[in-house]
């Protein structure tokens, strides 16, 4: 079964624009999270969702947003874009949204914003 | 709120020994703990979680990690390191009835030859 892939693995981006990345989850799983990682801040959680429904929310600003698909796939969206956007994002699926399942990494996009 | 801390941002072992890697949460009521590890420019691999079944939860790799209530650890242990173990560890907490999983800052293990 193929893991958990995301698009593009990397990214270069200037100040002000807007960038959206993709991830495509493991087959059957509906829940998909992505995570922000920087040295700094280490893994941040971003959102999750689940059968299309954003469930939750980190403490983002809302220039980060993100939707998924009825396929589950998803994507997330950054606009207007800063320095410190410049991080790993990770993704990751699971088979359902409890608490207990296992959440399966994607190798993450990371970006750079100049 | 539920927290996470791993002691030590870098561990250094020698090849053969032991590993023992730190972390502690808080939560009310024992949580979902996992431990993930990273290797560079990839992403993250479940080694192991526990979800009440047994509190000595046995993983990939050869690493388990205990988890103790009345101490609120959830440690991670390998009798014997290998140089192929270097990466970087995460502890992480997941609340019973929650959404969100909350990651430890990291621990990177080095391992020498």
């Known amino acids: 079964k193929a893991g958990v892939t995301q698009t593009p693995r990397y990214l270069i981006k200037t100040r002000g624009q807007q960038v959206t990345l993709s991830c495509s989850p493991i087959s059957g799983h509906r829940s998909v999270s992505w995570y922000q990682q920087t040295p700094g801040q280490g893994l941040q959680f971003l959102f999750e969702y689940f059968s299309e429904t954003q469930r939750n929310k980190g403490n983002f600003p809302g220039r980060f947003s993100g939707r998924q698909f009825s396929n589950s796939r998803s994507e997330m969206n950054v606009s207007t874009l800063e320095l410190g956007d410049s991080a790993l994002y990770l993704c990751?699926?699971?088979?359902?949204?409890?608490?207990?399942?296992?959440?399966?990494f994607g190798p993450g996009t990371r970006l750079l914003v100049l | 709120a539920q927290s996470v801390t791993q002691l030590g941002s870098h561990v250094s072992v020698s090849e053969g020994a032991l590993v023992l890697l730190r972390c502690n949460y808080s939560?009310?009521?024992?949580?979902?703990l996992f431990w993930y590890v990273q290797y560079p420019n990839q992403g993250l691999q479940l080694l192991l979680k526990y979800t009440s079944a047994a509190t000595l939860v046995k993983g990939i790799n050869g690493f388990e990690a205990e988890f103790k209530k009345s101490e609120t650890s959830f440690h991670l242990t390998k009798p014997s390191a290998h140089m192929s173990d270097a990466a970087e560890y995460f502890c992480?907490?997941?609340?019973?009835?929650?959404?969100?999983?909350?990651f430890g800052a990291g621990t990177r293990l080095f391992v020498k030859a």
């Open positions: 939560s009310s009521v024992p949580p979902y």
């Open positions: 990751a699926s699971s088979l359902t949204a409890g608490a207990e399942e296992t959440q399966y």
């Open positions: 992480a907490v997941k609340p019973t009835g929650g959404f969100k999983t909350i």
